[in-house]
């Protein structure tokens, strides 16, 4: 089944530890985003990418680091710098960037700091 | 950059009556305008959504009309049902250049009670 996997579905880190969220998709889509969900907040965009070996920031990138080695994998490391880490992380990929084209969702990944 | 305000925060109707989100953006040059639908610890999902040169898109009970002059676009469930039940999201996005990415309004929690 094509789609985009986000693991793990929960996620608990200690105090001043970076830890990494995984995102995979099968869709061959060129375009991946990373959005951040708190309650009553909507959907913030942390990171994006076009292309393998280039990403932006978006509107909250600080804390926050990501690569994209290859077209499928667009993984989100939250580092210890991020203030206030816990949340509902959400990974998303579109055909491109920029054309207005449906961007599918994976299933989230919570992340609470305990 | 790109805003998007959205009204109401809650809502809740009767079985069988109809569902009204409204959405206004900013930046005019916004073209491309999807309303997503989640579930309880689900990812989005894509609806509907509507084009700038277009004024209003339907999908059986679901429809979306779009004002350009005045910036804003709404969504219009009728006959609702139990399932349709959860928080949806618009968005507004910019054709074309590097920057361009999905601006997501703050989510209306549906509640639709028999």
């Known amino acids: 089944d094509g789609g985009i996997t986000q693991s793990p579905k929960y996620l608990f880190r200690k105090e001043g530890q970076n830890v990494t969220l995984s995102c995979e998709q099968n869709?061959?889509?060129?375009?991946m985003y990373w959005y951040r969900q708190d309650p009553g907040q909507g959907l913030r965009l942390i990171y994006y990418?076009?292309?393998?070996?280039?990403?932006q920031k978006g509107d909250i990138a600080e804390g926050y680091s990501v690569s994209r080695e290859k077209k499928e994998s667009f993984p989100l490391t939250v580092t210890s710098a991020q203030k206030n880490p816990t949340a509902f992380y959400l990974c998303a990929s579109s055909i491109l960037v920029g054309i207005g084209t449906e961007a599918f969702f994976g299933q989230g990944t919570r992340l609470t700091v305990v | 950059g790109e805003n998007v305000e959205q009204h109401p925060s809650t809502l809740s109707v009767q079985e069988g009556d109809s569902a009204v989100i409204k959405c206004t953006y900013s930046?005019?040059?916004?073209?491309?305008f999807p309303w997503y639908k989640q579930e309880l610890g689900k990812g989005p999902q894509l609806i509907i959504d509507i084009r700038s040169n277009v004024g209003e898109k339907k999908d059986q009970r679901i429809a979306v009309t779009l004002n350009k002059t005045a910036k804003h676009f709404s969504l219009h469930i009728t006959e609702t049902q139990p399932e349709d039940s959860a928080v949806y999201f618009c968005?507004?996005?910019?054709?074309?250049?590097?920057?361009?990415?999905?601006?997501f309004g703050t989510g209306t929690r549906l509640q639709v009670t028999l």
């Open positions: 968005a507004a996005s910019i054709k074309g250049g590097t920057a361009s990415k999905l601006t």
């Open positions: 869709l061959n889509h060129d375009a």
């Open positions: 930046d005019s040059a916004s073209n491309y």
């Open positions: 990418s076009q292309i393998v070996n280039d990403f």
